[in-house]
């Protein structure tokens, strides 16, 4: 609705199915300068919400305060051409409607009841109970109070002026040594990595965790429990060895980024609301095997040496040497065959 230059923000009635409802939130200021389409409130029921956006460019003016409850077709903000707030003719005038409103007997009691004016439902050709009560019953809750948000115990207050760590000199510090160590990965290696990786050798990793010679492990790894690693092996990002139960990998082996390597569960004991123990059982893989991007080795699985595993396969059960396992649940579904100095993947004639 306009009113020479000033445009209405309106309840929609078809998009709450109801009749009032509260404003939870304003996403603008009072007099805020808003753009047409932006969203400026956030109205909801007690099953539903709905956002309120501009109808046009201009300055967006507040007509009901945050926990309010507003009737539908009422206007909640007014968008104006200029800065200045209208005055309370032209508020008014948003409100207007044709002569003749038919407030009925019982609407009339509960108005009475509750020592309320029609004022606001003026929208309304119609007044009934039902708009009355939903009024009424709106008014009574309580606005909906901001959710705590707490960091180790301590509230923290998000109006705060968190930035002010950008201007700490160990701030600077800090992001002009990674950039020197970003450009050394990538003048180096021509790679980009993980801060932590920049930090620390994936080498030294592997090292200070008593794998073999020339096993690297990235730093992002997961790693639990009692775990033996081979040499040269090459453990990617975002892997976990799980070792809870045992895990013992051969020597040149490739888990590939992703791959989980478990020796334990916890289906049954959550299953059973931790009345069931958790399930304990060593996985081990042998050398010279490729495991695949995402795979997931569970516990107890015996793989042998020279076996291929496909990308996202889960595995589960004994696998001879020189196995190509693959799907979900994952099958011997083909034979390694490794000859001079070569591989090749055979899989099964299933024909």
Known sequence: ???AGYAAIEVPRQAVGADAMRVAEWRVADGDRVAEGEVVAVLTTATSSVEL???AAGYA????EAGA???AGSAVAVVAPTA???DAAVIAARGAVAAGQVVTPKARALLELHGLTAEPFAHLAEVRSTDVEEYVRLRAQPAPASPSRLFAGEELDPDADWDAIFA???YRELMDLLTLLRKRMRARYNRHVSTGDLLHDRWQLGREYGFGDGTNVYDDCLILGEVTVGSRCWVGPGCILDGSGGLTVGDYVDVSAGVHLYSHNTIERALTGHQAPMVLKATRIGS???IGPRSIIGPGTVIGDECFVAALSYVQGVFPSNSYISGNPAKRVGTV??????ARIRPFDNR
């Open 1 to 3: 609705m306009t009113h």
């Open 53 to 55: 956006r501009t109808p």
């Open 61 to 64: 003016f507040q007509l009901a």
């Open 69 to 71: 409850a507003v009737l």
């Open 84 to 86: 200045e707030r209208p």
């Open 168 to 170: 700490d000199e160990r």
């Open 288 to 290: 010279r095997c490729f």
């Open 337 to 342: 065959v490794v000859a001079d100095g070569r």
